[in-house]
């Protein structure tokens, strides 16, 4: 659902594209994922722009399968994670970028064959959570 700036997804499975589209980057979006599950293939699962506000909580479950090494998730503004998990099995979990913002403090995040987090000069404070993956965090 979307009320105001603030899209909410709750128990619900997506395999298509969502895309919200805003005319200017001043705008700042949240998202709220607390449950269900978002999967992508050869793309990114979650995309959060400069401007974004990313949550993700409860059971949610974000994955992709990237022959192309796209990230499950993109982080490019600021991306709180309190539960679920994030996985891939080509490429990074996340990729925060340098205008990203990443706190975790629970969750799991996998990545069977790259990095669970790939921090390219932005910034990221753990303070719980289990991450796994082929090189390390």
Do not use: H
């Not at 499950?72 to 990729?95: C, F, K, M, R």
């Not at 799991?108 to 965090?137: L, M």
């Amino acid at each position: 659902s979307i009320s105001g700036s603030t899209v909410t997804v709750s128990n619900v499975t997506s395999n298509t594209t969502c895309t919200v589209t805003l005319p200017s980057k001043t705008y700042t979006v949240t998202m709220n994922i607390s449950g269900g599950t978002i999967s992508a293939t050869d793309s990114n699962a979650i995309y959060n722009r400069e401007t974004g506000e990313l949550e993700i909580s409860g059971n949610a479950i974000i994955s992709s399968e990237s022959e192309t090494n796209y990230p499950t998730l993109t982080n490019l503004g600021t991306a709180t994670i309190n539960g679920g998990t994030i996985s891939s099995t080509d490429a990074y979990a996340i990729w925060n970028l340098e205008t990203g913002v990443l706190e975790i403090s629970q969750g799991t995040i996998t990545s069977t064959n790259s990095y669970g987090i790939y921090n390219d000069g932005g910034e990221v404070n753990i303070t719980g959570g289990d991450i796994s993956s082929k090189y390390g965090c």
